[in-house]
Every structure is written in structure tokens, then in C-alpha cells.
């Protein structure tokens, strides 16, 4: 999602795809607040993106959901 200024947007990862992005992208990514972002919800910033970790963020993200979201009808 993105917030109203389109400036920042956020994923839900993994903690795991979340520490990774952080470490290789400190500029890029980094964790939303408190328990949100412990769960793995991430921030990226825009303006400071690359334009593949963000692509690579988004699909990991999708996949998770699409994973995630067919455990769940199971």
C-alpha cells in the first residue's frame, strides 16, 4: 500500500525476507513501528528505492499472501 503522498509504501514480508531487505537496503526498507513491524510489516521509501529490491520486495510479498491465503481455505 502506499500512503497519501505516494512517497512511502509498505509490504508484508517474513521477519526473515524483512531483516534481510533492511540489511541489504538500509535506505530503502526498514521495519513499521512496534509489533507491526515485528510481524514483518515493512516500510520502503520511495524516493530513495531501487527500483529491483522494491520489485523483489513486492513479489515476495504477494507470494507470501498467496501462500499464506491457500493454507487458509485448506
Given at each position: 500500500s502506499l500512503t497519501e503522498d505516494q512517497r512511502r509504501?509498505?509490504?508484508?514480508?517474513t521477519p526473515g525476507q524483512q531483516a534481510e531487505f533492511v540489511r541489504d537496503y538500509p535506505a530503502t526498507f526498514e521495519p513499521a513501528a512496534g509489533a507491526w513491524g515485528?510481524?514483518?510489516?515493512?516500510?520502503v521509501n520511495l524516493k530513495a528505492a531501487?527500483?529491483?529490491?522494491?520489485?523483489?520486495?513486492?513479489?515476495?510479498?504477494?507470494?507470501?499472501?498467496?501462500?499464506?491465503g491457500a493454507k487458509m481455505r485448506r
Open positions: 509504501g509498505t509490504v508484508k514480508l515485528r510481524q514483518g510489516w515493512t516500510m531501487e527500483v529491483e529490491a522494491v520489485g523483489d520486495a513486492t513479489t515476495l510479498a504477494r507470494k507470501n499472501a498467496t501462500t499464506k
